[in-house]
């Protein structure tokens, strides 16, 4: 949006055209937040900011027993998250992977192919870490989505 | 910066206007360096990188004996960066949290958060890891700004 | 290349120009991803993805024995990535250092700087933790890029 208010104004400036427009300056480059829960405020941090065309979402841990349900889980809430922003899996640009045990994680890679159904995947980097926010989490996965 | 650029010289290759620009090579897109340390460039890396209107700071460390410590030290670092870019915490859009202790360094929740006097909070990753640069650390943060 | 195409038909709009465009939808800030191995499809993920002018590479290990020959690989590989991109190293803008030993990894420092002949650095964050994809690489190293 900053690129077509700094347009318009040159246009404007060059004599070119008529239109006007008002450059506020909190709607400028403005960061949006959204949140999933009620507990992201009380921990202090927001599971999708949105800046430009780039979503950043936060670590994002999911349910179940196994490393096969939690990987589901995660892949299941981002599926949300993009249907949300009327987008895909095709449009996650880059992944980052902390995971408790990297060879239960590998073994899930059919099960996590399957969230890239048009096989276009992001970049990505898998770690294996000692924990994460609770001690059960066998997975967190940062996503960066751009829009198209 | 760069689109100004593109956009001035498809309005001059329009015959709208007749204002004139050099697109100096260096000039366009330019990454902007800020060091906080002389150790920086003798380790090899940089503080605070400039890219657009993104800042991408360094993993930052730092000082103290207690977890408590550290993160407010670390805090009051990010606090003077956003100051030297005229900004705040409220652009701060992406942290990756690593940490020796994470039981610890949710225990400082309430002290973090005091960082974000607006209640606007950053996409967040938070992981336990082995350890940081220097064996003493039990926390470093990398952060994301975008500024306004 | 979004922006010029929005610019192009609001100067259209505007009356300003005679120069057509045809705004499609798969050109509009396009995604595009480059493979070096075909292991990259069948795991799940893409070496290099390029949005805009940033390059988001992924993790990336190296070959060797030693930390020492592995970093080195490590960088080899990223010089190449450079050169297919028609830029250096001066334009990597942040880099995410993972190793299981970063003691290790520190006592590189010298070779790592030879790949930055400019002492243009990125910022940067180095950490320690328990292991990568395969058991014996000691190093894997996500890097971003801003084309010029």
Redesign the interface.
């Known amino acids: 949006m900053k690129?077509?208010y700094?347009?318009?104004t040159?246009?404007i400036f060059?004599?070119?055209?008529g239109?006007q427009t008002q450059e506020k300056?909190n709607a400028?480059?403005p960061?949006e937040?959204k949140h999933y829960g009620s507990w992201?405020?009380q921990?202090?941090?927001?599971?999708?900011?949105k800046?430009g065309?780039r979503l950043?979402?936060?670590?994002t841990t999911g349910e179940g027993d196994t490393m096969e349900e939690q990987v589901k889980s995660v892949y299941q809430t981002i599926e949300k998250i993009l249907k949300d922003y009327h987008t895909d899996s095709?449009?996650i640009?880059?992944?980052?992977v902390?995971t408790k045990d990297?060879e239960a994680f590998?073994s899930t890679?059919a099960l996590?192919?399957t969230f890239?159904p048009q096989?276009?995947?992001?970049?990505?980097?898998?770690?294996?870490?000692?924990?994460?926010?609770i001690d059960s989490l066998m997975v967190?996965i940062?996503f960066?989505v751009?829009?198209?």
């Open positions: 690129f077509i700094t347009l318009l040159v246009i060059s004599g070119c055209a239109i300056n400028v480059n960061i937040r992201e405020k921990i202090g941090y927001t599971q999708v900011v800046v065309n950043l979402i936060s670590g095709s449009r640009v880059k992944e980052l902390f990297i590998k890679m996590r192919k890239f096989k276009l995947y992001p970049s990505s980097s898998w770690v294996q870490v000692d924990r994460m926010f967190e940062e960066e751009e829009l198209p």
